[in-house]
C-alpha cells in the first residue's frame, strides 16, 4: 500500500508560483508512475503532469497542454517525494490538485488507471 500526502497549496496572485509536494508512504516509488491531477468546482478531475520511471535512473515527463512551459514535475527518490512547480500561475489554474501513483506496464495520463490517491490540496489564483 501507498500513502500519499499533498501539500503547499494555498492563495496566490495570478503570474506567481507555488510548488505542491507529494509525499508517499508505505513503500518506496521509485518505480511508480507518479500523477499530479487538478479537479475545479463543476468540472471533471484531469491530468496535469506526470512521471514514468524508464529504468535506472531515466524518467520521462508528460504534461498536459494547459501547463505546459509553466510547470515542472520532480521526484526526489531519497525523500520519496513528488514535486509540482508552477510558475506563471492564472486563475484557471484554481482547482483542488491530487497526487497519483500507480504501476503499470504502460504510461498512462487516465485518473480511473491510477491506484493511490492523497487528499487534495487546495491551490487558488486571483485575478
Known amino acids: 500500500q501507498v500513502q500519499l500526502v499533498e501539500s503547499g497549496g494555498g492563495l496566490v496572485q495570478a503570474g506567481g508560483s507555488l510548488r505542491l509536494a507529494c509525499a508517499a508512504s508505505g513503500r518506496s516509488i521509485s518505480a511508480y508512475d507518479m500523477g499530479w491531477f487538478r479537479q475545479a468546482p463543476g468540472k471533471e478531475r484531469e491530468f496535469v503532469a506526470g512521471?514514468?520511471?524508464?529504468?535506472?535512473?531515466?524518467?520521462?515527463?508528460y504534461y498536459a497542454d494547459s501547463v505546459k512551459g509553466r510547470f515542472t514535475i520532480s521526484r526526489d527518490n531519497a525523500k520519496n517525494t513528488v514535486y509540482l512547480q508552477m510558475n506563471s500561475l492564472e486563475s484557471d489554474d484554481t482547482a483542488v490538485y491530487y497526487c497519483?501513483?500507480?504501476?503499470?506496464?504502460?504510461?498512462?495520463?487516465?485518473?480511473?488507471?491510477?491506484?493511490?490517491w492523497g487528499q487534495g490540496t487546495q491551490v487558488t489564483v486571483s485575478s
Open positions: 512521471l514514468r520511471w524508464g529504468g535506472s535512473s531515466t524518467y520521462y515527463t
Open positions: 497519483a501513483a500507480r504501476f503499470g506496464s504502460r504510461w498512462s495520463d487516465e485518473a480511473s488507471e491510477y491506484n493511490y
